[in-house]
Structure formats: C-alpha cells, structure tokens
C-alpha cells in the first residue's frame, strides 16, 4: 500500500448551493419548474413533473445545523454553500433582515464547529423581479449584482475570508439558459449568449472590487489570520486600491478535459474549443480574482468542433448525468490552470451514485490525480466534494443521487453513505493510502 501526503493546511470539505437543498425558495427557477411549458415537455416524456419541482429540497433551511454536524463528523474542515439571492433582495431594493441575520446564523454554526465557509454569491438563481427586467441581458446587471453583494458581504466580512462570486457562469449557465434553451429563460440566441457573458464577466469585476473595498476598510474582518497565514500570504494586490490581504476572492468555472486526437487538424480544433470553454471567464476577468475554483466531473470525448477523441480508452459512465467520467482528466485541469499563477481549490468533483458502490474508488482515484497535479507545481489548496447531501439537480430533477449522505426527500432524514467514512479517514490524516 501506498501513501499520498497532501500539503500541510490542505483543507477538506464538501459543497451545496443554495436552491438545491434549501427548499421554499421563490425565484426564476422555482417559476419555471411550475410553468406549463416545463410541466408539458416533462410529461410528453412520460416523465412525473413532481420529481422536477424542487419544492421543499432537502430542508437544510431549517436543518442546517443538523448537517453541520454531519460535516465536523466527517472530519471535513471547509464547507462552501451559496447565498440565495432572491431571499436577500425580494423586491428590487429591499432587503430582507431576517434572511441576511439567517445566514449569518448559518456562518456562525459553521465556525463553531471549527469549519471554514466558503460562499458562493450566485449559484444559477435569480429572483423574479432580476429576471423579469431582462436578466443578465440586462445591462445594469452588474450594478444590480453589485448592490445584493455589498449588503451580504457587508453582513458577513468578520467571519468570513473566502468568497467565490459566480459558480460555472460562462461554461454551463449562460450556454444552458441563453444558448441551448435548456434552463430558464430557454432562449437560444447567440448574441445573447454573448452579451450574458460580457455582463457576468463585468458583475464579477465590479463585485471583486467592492468585495476588495469593504475589506480594506475593515482590516480585522475576513481570515482570523493566526489560523489561516497560509492563505493571507497567497493573496497578491493586483490593484492599486487593492491591499486587503483578509479575504480571497475566487471565480468557479466547471472544467472539462478535452483530449486530444491522432490527427493535427482535429487536435487544433479540439484545443481551440477547450480554449473558448475552459478559459474565456478566466482570460476576461484578469487580474480581478484571488483564486480560481475548479469543479471537475468528466471528460469530453467528443466536441462540436473536432471528431471524437480515440487517444483515451473508454472510461466509465456516470448513467444518470450521460458523463463519461476520467479520473487523470482533473491532473489534465489543474495542470492547464497552472498559467494563471493563482491558487486553485478544487470546489466541486462528485458522482451520482444511489448505491454507492463507485464513490469510494471515484473520489480516491481523482485525488490521486489532484495529488500528482501538486507534485508538478500545482498550487492546490482543498478539495470539495460535490455534494454533502442529495439534492435538487436542476433539469434533472430529484433523480441523481450525489450526496456523501442520502436524503430521505419525505422525512428529510439523512443517511450518511459507508463511502463518506472512507472519505473522512483521508480528510483526518490529511492524506490518501492506496
Ligand atoms: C455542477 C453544479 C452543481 C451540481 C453539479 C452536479 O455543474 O455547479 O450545482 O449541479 O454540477
């Protein structure tokens, strides 16, 4: 048997989001899970609309604490969930007191039990009046974004340092909302497409500024700095206004591994779509982030662009998502993010697996990965697996099962699954025995 070592203060965790586990949550999603055109197609495939809404989600809302207590349980140390939007700013301009004191509520449980938050700003959901004055087509977007984020950031500066302001914005949202139709609004639109880009790259911008700002003006707030010099010491000012050295502000993009083919012309053409893929968020928001979360499942054996790859051999399929998974694709990844000098986490990796019979090998086997990545000089500072608990998975409804623990969706009763114990021995001894 061998024996991987991570790096000291390595930190170890697990992720959610908010309109996935929270439940009661009124926003353009929860509208368009009830629309007559979502409920009609869902039926046409002789599929049960129920299994679609998101309804009631797993109840973390009311049981987060209870969850929590899962996390220190399982040894993890970092925990990242999103803000819902919609609960904060309800009504254009008017915040909800009782929300923002709810989630300071949930911060304080997490450092109680010793955990390191992690926030996500937006995690796919807007509210209704943001989507009915055009979205993200909107071009007072980032100004509207800016707003919600100074009134929560504000809220939360003294306790929390790691902030991440837009979750897979370019590589899954704006294709599936306004390029594929696949998620609300459901256009299909190219220029839209585009123009949803430019806005989030220029909300986050913005935001990474502001963010940048209330902490410089509050020195004591962010990282307790005893506990975590580690990251206080990789947070470089890009930005002459920027001095903060108390908080890190990252972006997330969901990465796939593109391999390459036998022929040149396909090759190109292949790293060429990686490129636009991959990398456009990162390449427009330079220098504006402090790290960058990498959220890693599969590998892309085929692309629009080039012929299907023949160099990998066939890999496992994760049936419920249609991924083909590729655990050395992740050292592909973080290798590829090496040019941007930036410390990395790796903020999502997971597989929806009911039975859990693969779980244990698929996380073990992407950590082997992660840690060869560290070997050749990659600056990795956690691993989040993706997800604590089942939950609501967007257009896929209720059916995959990504959780460490299973949630009961009638009783709300968590199971915490045999592979989240293997999981945790790796998240106690900071290391990995294969
Ligand atoms: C990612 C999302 C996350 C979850 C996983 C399975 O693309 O960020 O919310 O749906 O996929």
Redesign the pocket.
């Known amino acids: 048997m061998s024996v991987f070592k991570f790096p000291e203060n390595f930190k170890w965790g697990s992720a959610t989001?908010a309109h996935?586990v929270e439940g009661d949550n009124h926003n353009d999603w929860s509208e368009w899970e009830v629309s007559k055109l979502r409920v009609e197609s869902l039926k046409l495939k002789g599929l049960n609309p129920d299994n679609f809404i998101s309804g009631k989600a797993c109840d973390s809302y009311n049981r987060y604490e209870e969850d929590f207590d899962i996390v220190k349980k399982l040894n993890q140390n970092i925990h990242r969930f999103s803000i819902e939007w919609s609960r904060i700013e309800p009504e254009e301009g008017k915040f909800n007191q009782n929300e923002i004191q709810h989630y300071i509520n949930v911060v304080n449980a997490l450092k109680e039990r010793g955990i390191e938050p992690m926030i996500t700003l937006w995690?796919?959901t807007n509210p209704i009046w943001f989507a009915e004055k055009g979205g993200w087509l909107n071009p007072d977007s980032p100004e509207l974004f800016r707003r919600f984020i100074k009134v929560v950031v504000s809220a939360l500066k003294d306790q929390v340092g790691l902030w991440i302001t837009f979750?897979?914005a370019t590589t899954?949202y704006s294709s599936f909302a306004y390029l594929k139709g696949f998620w609300p609004p459901q256009h299909k639109n190219i220029f839209e497409w585009r123009m949803a880009n430019r806005n989030i790259v220029r909300a986050h911008t913005e935001a990474y500024k502001e963010i940048k700002k209330i902490y410089n003006n509050s020195p004591s707030s962010g990282f307790n700095k005893e506990v975590q010099p580690w990251i206080s010491k990789k947070v470089e000012p890009r930005d002459p206004d920027v001095t903060s050295h108390n908080v890190m502000v990252g972006i997330?993009e969901?990465n796939v591994f593109v391999p390459d083919t036998k022929n040149i012309f396909t090759t190109w053409l292949r790293r060429k779509y990686k490129q636009l893929r991959n990398f456009y968020f990162l390449d427009q928001a330079t220098p504006y982030y402090d790290f960058i979360g990498l959220?890693y499942?599969h590998m892309d054996r085929r692309t629009g662009l080039g012929q299907k790859s023949e160099v990998v051999p066939k890999q496992d399929i994760n049936e419920d998502?249609g991924w083909e998974l590729c655990p050395p694709g992740i050292y592909n990844c973080l290798l590829d993010l090496k040019k941007y000098k930036k410390p990395i986490f790796i903020t999502?990796n997971?597989i929806?697996d009911r039975t859990d019979q693969k779980r244990k090998k698929f996380i073990k086997d992407h950590l082997y990965w992660s840690w060869k990545a560290v070997q050749d000089g990659v600056d990795v500072l956690g691993y989040l697996y993706?997800?604590l608990l089942d939950n609501f998975?967007?257009h896929h409804g209720f059916g995959?099962r990504?959780g460490l623990v299973e949630v009961d969706y009638k009783t709300f009763e968590r199971h915490i699954r045999p592979s989240a114990y293997e999981y945790a021995k790796i998240c106690q001894t900071n290391s990995l025995e294969l």
Request: aromatic fraction near 24%; avoid cysteine; glycine fraction near 4%.
């Open positions: 989001s996935q995690h796919f979750n897979e899954v997330v969901s959220n499942y998502m999502e997971g929806s993706w997800s998975e967007w995959p990504f």
